[in-house]
C-alpha cells in the first residue's frame, strides 16, 4: 500500500494527478509494462533470431523514447534526482539503438 504522501510525490505538470487508488493503478500497469518488456528482452537475448532482435528493440524504443521526451522536458526540482533519471532514461534509448545497428551490420556482412 503507498504511503499518504504518495499522489504528492509524483511529479507531474497541470492537472493534479487522480486520487491515490488510481495511482497505484497506474504504477502497477507502468510496472507490468516494464517487466514485459524485460522478459521479452531477455527471450529475445536467449533466442538471438534477427526477427525477434527487431521486434523487441522497435517495442523497448516505442516505450522508451516518449518517456525519455517526457522527462527531459519536464525535469525533476532535485537536480542530482534528474540528472540520475535522464541517465537512465538514456540508457533505454540508446540500447536498443545499439541492438538494431548490430542487427544491421550483421545483415551486411552475410550478403
Same mark, same amino acid.
Given at each position: 500500500?503507498?504511503?499518504?504522501?504518495?499522489?504528492?510525490?509524483?511529479?507531474?505538470?497541470?492537472?493534479?494527478?487522480?486520487?491515490?487508488?488510481?495511482?497505484?493503478?497506474?504504477?502497477?500497469?507502468?510496472?507490468?509494462? #516494464?517487466? +514485459?518488456?524485460? *522478459?521479452? !528482452? $531477455?527471450?529475445?537475448?536467449?533466442?538471438?533470431?534477427?526477427?525477434? @532482435?527487431?521486434?523487441? #528493440?522497435? +517495442?523497448?524504443? *516505442?516505450? !522508451? $523514447?516518449?518517456?525519455?521526451?517526457?522527462?527531459?522536458?519536464?525535469? @525533476?526540482?532535485?537536480?542530482?534526482?534528474?540528472?540520475?533519471?535522464? !541517465?537512465?532514461?538514456?540508457?533505454?534509448?540508446?540500447?536498443?539503438?545499439?541492438?538494431?545497428?548490430?542487427?544491421?551490420?550483421?545483415?551486411?556482412?552475410?550478403?
Amino acid at each position: 500500500c503507498p504511503p499518504p504522501s504518495f499522489p504528492r510525490r509524483l511529479p507531474h505538470r497541470g492537472a493534479p494527478p487522480p486520487p491515490a487508488p488510481n495511482n497505484e493503478h497506474l504504477v502497477r500497469d507502468v510496472g507490468g509494462l #516494464a517487466d +514485459a518488456l524485460g *522478459v521479452l !528482452a $531477455l527471450i529475445a537475448a536467449i533466442v538471438m533470431t534477427t526477427p525477434l @532482435l527487431v521486434a523487441t #528493440a522497435a +517495442a523497448w524504443l *516505442v516505450y !522508451a $523514447l516518449p518517456h525519455f521526451v517526457y522527462h527531459v522536458s519536464h525535469p @525533476l526540482e532535485e537536480v542530482p534526482m534528474q540528472v540520475t533519471n535522464v !541517465a537512465v532514461l538514456t540508457v533505454e534509448v540508446v540500447l536498443p539503438l545499439v541492438g538494431l545497428a548490430g542487427v544491421s551490420v550483421t545483415r551486411r556482412r552475410r550478403t
